[in-house]
């Protein structure tokens, strides 16, 4: 699961790298247009639904995988 | 008009808003419905002798700036801080980007960064707060990117665009600052 989250941000956010420390914060790419881009993404890849308040709060690669782990039932 | 730099970022810098100002763009930012979609100002029509009123209006707990382009000293929206309670060390801030040409290239990531970087270093103020609708997602993520944390949902909590909608709530202490600069 990691890995199909770093490649899916690595394409949505144009850089090589990302890891469990990438934030809004440290990445200059991660804006509020590319942050919409990601979260219909992972919607899409992992066939779960992200409600508005749930998508703010995933502004970091550990909150995603955090997320994920605990909505396992809809992957 | 000769512009006074009071803080200066690299796309944009902060002035006074001036009285004068009433004869430029500002007018029609406020009268347009796309611009005061999710602000409470622009509800009925205003005009010049409204707009005067508000620049005139000094008080201790708000002050409103003008953002200009560094570039072309072109005035292009309007921030603030307001509700400043100086016992508690507290401020809401406010953003109008009334120029449309320049919404989605960073101006309220820069602006906000110049006014909380501000409002800590030379204001002495504890923590910063500002409210959002949860729908304004670019928003959101500005603040986000300064460090702010969400404090609340304040559930249909205004009437804007024909439904009620949820307020989140936003703040932020000095430690969890992010300063933004486009020289990264």
């Not at chain 1, 090589?16 to 993404?41: F, G, P, R, V």
């Amino acid at each position: 699961m990691e890995e199909k989250v770093f490649e899916i941000c690595k394409q949505i956010f144009n850089v090589e790298n990302i890891d469990e420390k990438t934030s809004i914060s440290n990445l200059q790419t991660w804006d509020s247009l590319n942050h919409t881009h990601l979260i219909m993404a992972l919607q899409k890849s992992f066939n779960c639904e992200i409600t508005a308040e749930q998508g703010i709060e995933l502004t970091s690669i550990s909150a995603i995988l955090h997320f994920l782990k605990n909505n396992k039932s809809h992957g | 008009m000769d512009d006074v730099y009071f803080l200066k970022g690299k796309q944009i810098y902060l002035r006074p808003l001036e009285v004068e100002d009433i004869n430029g763009p500002y007018l029609s930012w406020v009268n347009d419905q796309e611009i005061t979609k999710y602000l409470d100002v622009g509800l009925f029509p205003t005009n010049k002798e409204d707009l005067k009123s508000f620049i005139m209006d000094k008080n201790q707990i708000r002050f409103n700036f003008a953002i200009c382009t560094t570039a072309e000293k072109l005035h292009i929206g309007n921030c603030s801080y307001a509700e400043i309670n100086w016992i508690h060390r507290i401020a809401e801030i406010g953003i109008m980007i009334g120029n449309k040409d320049y919404w989605g290239r960073n101006i309220a990531l820069e602006t906000y960064s110049l006014l909380v970087d501000y409002a800590f270093q030379k204001l002495a103020l504890r923590k910063v707060n500002a409210g959002v609708v949860l729908e304004n997602i670019a928003m959101i993520i500005t603040l986000k990117k300064l460090g702010f944390q969400t404090e609340g949902r304040f559930r249909k909590h205004r009437f804007y665009v024909g439904k009620y909608v949820d307020i989140m709530r936003f703040s932020l202490f000095r430690e969890e600052f992010i300063p933004f600069s486009l020289d990264e």
